[in-house]
């Protein structure tokens, strides 16, 4: 599935694509589907990753995904390089994506274009397999339209309406003496001489659920292929043998992928780890006889010093050098998992991501992990979380416990409260100093910090017990967005409900509130979003709005007063009753199901999606260090000012690095706008600053070396 290319001299029609400063991508790189060598380098693939180009000596990495560089999508299914070093990637739309991702991108290490359906004639931008034949033929396999073959000029098709050919193509394999092999998904194997294609018998390929996943051909013309059912030689004189657990040392007859050295046939499977065959001998690693730490592997390659890298389906990459085990990540940001359901800032800028495999703790450039195997957490699903005053996080989980962690450990709250016990936490808001808890199926509960009140359908208002959302008003009334409807328990103990028994509300649940100043309830349903003035209701749907999608899962504002909501189509914006839609259409954002948006100090937006972990988003550009703090070490005990607050002067002062080009000391305002720049050559004496003629604010004060932040400070300016 994984080859070179001859040089590939085809004219296309291109787009070109530039870097752009307003999206950052925090990818997982868990999931590694592909592994190609790329001269000293190798390039690395996967389900929600992007391209990853890594050293394998030193290690180095660079990440290409949607955000920073011209791919179309970061759910790469296949890589190739031709001669002339332009590298060919395949994959598949993000999620609620249209004709204009996936497809085929391709970089030659200064500009990035693509082929897809909407500027070119290939077939469908689901792409899985890319080849090229001796007469510099691009061969295309795809999901849902078989083969598209392209000869620089006219495009030619191989699908189920013309030919025997499988409409969903895992793989192609192109022989030396130019046959061209073809997986079929779960219809076949298919060879094509030229002229004609024909099925290619398989021996055990009778009954259902049968799946061809990779051909490779070795050194000596025999045709490996990797099916659901065990792993099939057909010989250079075309006789066939079919390996199995039953009749070899194979460790598992799922064959993902095959990779094949000079004398040794490597294969990866989904749930027996790797297999190595010589010929005569065979020997599996797996978790229980080896250092590797999956059984679910989706690609192997061996580089030019012996060692082994194996792409695994929840592990990132394993390196094995013949002795020793090791485990690195491909990931950008140590986010453990795609599906990231909440995302909280606290006020000293940390950043707090609820995950379904863990909580993560991003602080500047340190990333901190807690789940159930390294902590107290009894389970990994996070689903709430919500930031206090002092630095602290409440943390809800899928098994029914509650968690705060303070001062830097994890605290069991979940037998203060037996009633929380056996359910899932869904909310949690803190309003007044008292923490608001949502459950699934036990209604709502409140903790002062002593003691616990619980709101059920026994004993309130509440006629629906899976508690959404919370909303608060100016006069102190608590609002609950239900499974169905809404209610209010106002300050006077009273309760009153809305739902489509009782109101024109439809039957919808609520799972969003926002209350602005003129008291309005701003409601985000799976019915869209419904405004309440507390008479009527005026209702936002696909039907009569730009809305992207009628499920909205969250609503925050901005600080120009725009409702940013969070859909399953992407984010829709209102402001001052116009509409701005963003979605995974040619933007840096990767995945549409959006869950979470929130917004730091700097005016840059998080956005936690489902399917490819967060993604953060300036439209004045990303500000305030992020995404420089992951890539560099910040040492604040590098970098002084004083006095702070400040009124007619400041001193700044910092430690001179070796070898130092240049100092720059930038202070930027709460949104990121930068608003001085001082520069200070490499001398080592402290700065004075008079007379800062900025207005009484809070700032954040960066000190650069070659353009790269090594310290930062928050200032405060304080004028008479």
């Known amino acids: 599935m994984k080859k070179v290319?001859?040089?590939?001299?085809?004219?296309?029609?291109?787009?070109?694509?530039?870097?752009t400063t307003d999206w950052l991508n925090y990818t997982t790189g868990y999931w590694i589907d592909v592994i190609e060598p790329y001269g000293n380098d190798?390039?690395?693939?996967?389900?929600?990753?992007?391209?990853?180009?890594?050293?394998p000596n030193t290690y180095d990495k660079t990440n290409f995904n949607k955000a920073n560089s011209g791919i179309q999508s970061n759910k790469i299914i296949d890589i190739a390089v031709d001669n002339e070093g332009v590298i060919l990637i395949g994959s598949i739309p993000n999620f609620h994506d249209d004709d204009n991702s996936g497809g085929i991108s391709m970089f030659d290490g200064a500009n990035w274009n693509s082929l897809t359906k909407s500027n070119s004639g290939i077939p469908s931008n689901y792409v899985q397999s890319l080849a090229v034949d001796n007469n510099n033929r691009l061969w295309v396999g795809t999901m849902d339209e078989g083969i598209g073959t392209f000869d620089g000029i006219t495009w030619d098709y191989y699908n189920s309406s013309n030919s025997i050919v499988s409409d969903d193509i895992c793989d192609i394999e192109i022989t030396e003496n130019g046959e061209v092999w073809a997986a079929g998904s779960n219809i076949g194997v298919f060879k094509f001489d030229g002229e004609n294609w024909k099925q290619v018998t398989i021996p055990g390929a009778t009954g259902s659920n049968k799946f061809y996943n990779d051909i490779e051909v070795d050194s000596q013309g025999n045709v490996w292929i990797g099916t659901s059912f065990g792993l099939c030689q057909i010989g250079y004189s075309g006789d066939t043998t079919l390996f199995k657990t039953s009749n070899s040392g194979i460790s598992s007859n799922l064959i993902s992928s095959i990779y094949c050295d000079i004398n040794e046939i490597w294969f990866a499977t989904s749930g027996g780890g790797a297999c190595c065959f010589n010929g005569s001998d065979w020997i599996s690693y797996t978790k229980e006889n080896s250092g590797i730490s999956s059984n679910y592997v989706g690609d192997i390659y061996k580089d030019n010093n012996g060692k082994l890298w194996f792409g695994t389906e929840a592990d990132g990459i394993i390196v094995f050098d013949g002795i020793n085990w090791h485990d690195f990540s491909m990931s950008f940001g140590k986010i453990p998992s795609d599906i990231t359901r909440e995302i909280r800032i606290?006020?000293?800028?940390?950043?707090?991501?609820?995950?379904?495999?863990?909580?993560?703790?991003?602080?500047?450039?340190?990333w901190e992990y807690f789940n159930k195997d390294n902590s107290i957490l009894g389970h990994n699903n996070i689903t709430a979380i919500e930031t206090t005053i002092s630095g602290g996080c409440w943390i809800g989980h899928g098994g029914g416990g509650l968690f705060k962690f303070e001062n830097g450990e994890i605290h069991d709250y979940s037998n203060s409260n037996p009633n929380l016990i056996n359910e899932t936490i869904i909310e949690l808001s803190i309003y007044n100093n008292r923490l608001w808890v949502g459950t699934s199926g036990g209604g709502a509960a409140v903790f002062d910090g002593q003691n616990w009140i619980n709101y059920t359908d026994n004993n309130s208002g509440l006629h629906k017990m899976f508690i959404y959302s919370f909303g608060f008003d100016q006069q102190n009334n608590i609002w609950f967005g239900t499974s169905n409807g809404f209610a209010?328990?106002?300050?006077?103990?009273?309760?009153?409900?809305?739902?489509?028994?009782?109101?024109?509300?439809?039957?919808?649940?609520?799972?969003?509130?926002?209350?602005?100043?003129?008291?309005?309830?701003?409601?985000?349903?799976?019915?869209?979003?419904?405004?309440?003035?507390?008479t009527t209701f005026i209702q936002y749907d696909t039907s009569n709005s730009p809305i992207p999608n009628n499920t909205v899962l969250s609503i925050?504002?901005?600080?120009?007063?725009?409702?940013?909501?969070?859909?399953?189509?992407?984010?829709?914006?209102?402001?001052?009753?116009?509409?701005t839609v963003i979605n995974d259409q040619g933007t840096g954002l990767s995945d549409s199901e959006i869950n979470c948006i929130e917004f730091d100090v700097y005016g840059n937006k998080w956005i936690s999606t489902t399917w490819s972990a967060v993604a953060v988003y300036n439209e004045e550009g990303i500000a305030g260090g992020v995404g420089i703090a992951d890539k560099h070490t910040i040492n604040d005990s590098n970098f002084k000012l004083y006095p702070n607050p400040a009124n007619n002067q400041i001193t700044f002062e910092y430690i001179t690095?070796?070898?130092?080009?240049?100092?720059?000391?930038?202070?930027?305002?709460?949104?990121?706008?930068?608003?001085?720049?001082?520069?200070s050559g490499n001398s080592n004496e402290p700065i004075k600053w008079n007379n800062p003629d900025i207005k009484t604010g809070l700032y954040i004060v960066f000190l650069?070396?070659?353009?790269?932040?090594?310290?930062?400070?928050?200032?405060?300016?304080?004028?008479?």
């Not at 690095?657 to 520069?679: C, F, H, Q």
């Open 346 to 366: 606290d006020n000293d800028e940390r950043v707090w991501i609820a995950t379904n495999k863990g909580l993560v703790l991003k602080d500047g450039a340190n």
């Open 556 to 579: 925050n504002v901005d600080e120009n007063g725009a409702l940013w909501l969070s859909t399953n189509s992407g984010i829709a914006i209102l402001h001052n009753e116009a509409w």
């Open 5 to 19: 290319l001859i040089a590939f001299l085809i004219t296309f029609s291109i787009n070109v694509f530039g870097q």
């Open 704 to 720: 650069k070396v070659n353009n790269t932040v090594i310290g930062r400070r928050k200032l405060i300016i304080k004028n008479n």
């Open 42 to 55: 190798i390039l690395l693939g996967g389900r929600a990753s992007g391209l990853v180009k890594l050293n």
């Open 488 to 534: 209010v328990l106002y300050n006077d103990n009273t309760w009153e409900s809305w739902d489509n028994s009782n109101s024109s509300f439809p039957n919808t649940s609520v799972n969003a509130i926002f209350i602005d100043d003129n008291n309005n309830k701003w409601l985000g349903t799976d019915d869209g979003l419904i405004v309440f003035d507390g």
């Open 657 to 679: 690095l070796n070898n130092a080009e240049s100092y720059t000391i930038e202070i930027v305002n709460m949104l990121g706008k930068p608003i001085r720049t001082i520069e």
